[in-house]
């Protein structure tokens, strides 16, 4: 697994995280998996509620399409593409806001889980662990036909037999469902007025 890490020059001294804990902390979590094609480009800027993780793992990647141009991950143009990238590899980003006066601290999740942080590096494990049952998925061909709601679910698990403390309860979200349904209802009802 090759690990690279963006950020604001005074993250580590600011957060009395070391870069080591890091590393670590991502090492730990894919301790059972073979990440021998895995490229981690790790975010850690500020940015409340940009915490965010992606998985590109379904084809292979080359340094060529490191950066994207536009989206959600444009902004890691500032930092430029790694000159070490393998030929093709899968890669994992992630995008974590690294204030930690931040913690503990409680997030929920677009589908549906709620998640509770005591530290940033809990935090980090998690959206690692997350992203990495992706990985496993369609790249190593475990965990056939799982979802967002069991990545969640391996994640949590896996970070605490890790020993994070990282706690989660799944919350229902039928209103979403509802809210499509109401607003669908309402455009038939207009389309035959």
Known sequence: ??????HNSDFFKQNRIHREDVLTTLERIAHSTNTSDLVVALYIIPG?????????VR????????????G????ARKWGSPPDLPQQFKLIRMRLD????????TERDIYGWEFHYLNFLGHLATLF????????????????????QSANKWALQHVQKCGFQVEAKKHPVQQRRR?????LIRLLSLHFL
């Open 1 to 6: 697994m090759q690990v690279h890490l963006f």
């Open 48 to 56: 409340y509620r940009r915490n965010r993780g992606t998985a590109y």
């Open 59 to 70: 084809r292979w990647m080359t340094p060529a399409r490191f950066i994207a141009r536009t």
């Open 72 to 75: 959600k991950w444009a902004f």
């Open 98 to 105: 690294g204030r930690d006066r931040l913690f503990p601290r």
């Open 129 to 148: 662990a997350h992203e990495l049952h992706h990985f496993r998925r369609y790249h190593l061909n475990l965990h056939p036909r799982e979802g967002e």
């Open 179 to 183: 809210r499509r349904r109401s607003i």
